[in-house]
């Protein structure tokens, strides 16, 4: 079985969907799944040991996807969604700017600093770069974020008439735009690392214990993977399904 970090990474590194209803109950499909990864995984890791230097540097990148891309991207959709002129910043007369943007906790910096130092430890893997790139992209979003995410919930764009908050925009774009970037290519590494892994370690179980339930539970792992990338995809299979 997978040491700990990767079996949990190969369900938290789904692609993400535009659709937020849709998105839910593929999410549902996948908690049941995860359950059943969460009590057949987990003896196997502490069976397994303690996991690899790589396998430590993947656990770093979906730590990193976990902690701040849903919260990134709600930030992003909220805010993008009701500004008319993108180029132009906002006007602050559309609706609801008190709850464009959420701010990030005061722990966020010793997270960062902590990424930073996992980051620069051995093996170096292709990712790397886009690594750094989603973590720069984070510390340079902190105060711009913060800052807006006070300057509009507590209407300060009304003393002001929207000065700083157009001010405010080129930043908060230029960081979301270099974290989203930089995120499309580490999760294309991870899918990489997850399948080249899976198709690995079910053979590597069906010759030890044959098509039994390890096997099984394996296989159903890597279906249900295939099947939420093709639920994802702008064009749906139903021949791929």
Known sequence: MPAWPAVVGEFLVLQRVNDMKEAQFLRLVLACLFGCALSLGSAGARAQGKPTPKELKVGVYVDMINASSNYLFENYDRYTKRVVDLKKGPTCQ?????????????SSLERYAGYRKALAKKPKLDADPFALEMLEALEALYKPENEASEYFFQSKFKQDKCKRGVELHAEL?????????????????????????DVTELVQVQKK?????????RKLMIDAKALIRIADAKQFDLEAV
């Open 209 to 217: 214990h044959g098509k039994a339930l390890r096997y099984y539970h």
């Open 94 to 106: 559309e609706t609801g700017p008190q709850s464009w943007v959420s701010g990030m906790g005061p």
């Open 173 to 197: 774009m230029a960081g979301w735009t270099k974290y989203m970037r930089a995120e499309q290519s580490v999760r294309a590494f991870l899918d990489k690392y997850t399948d080249e892994r």
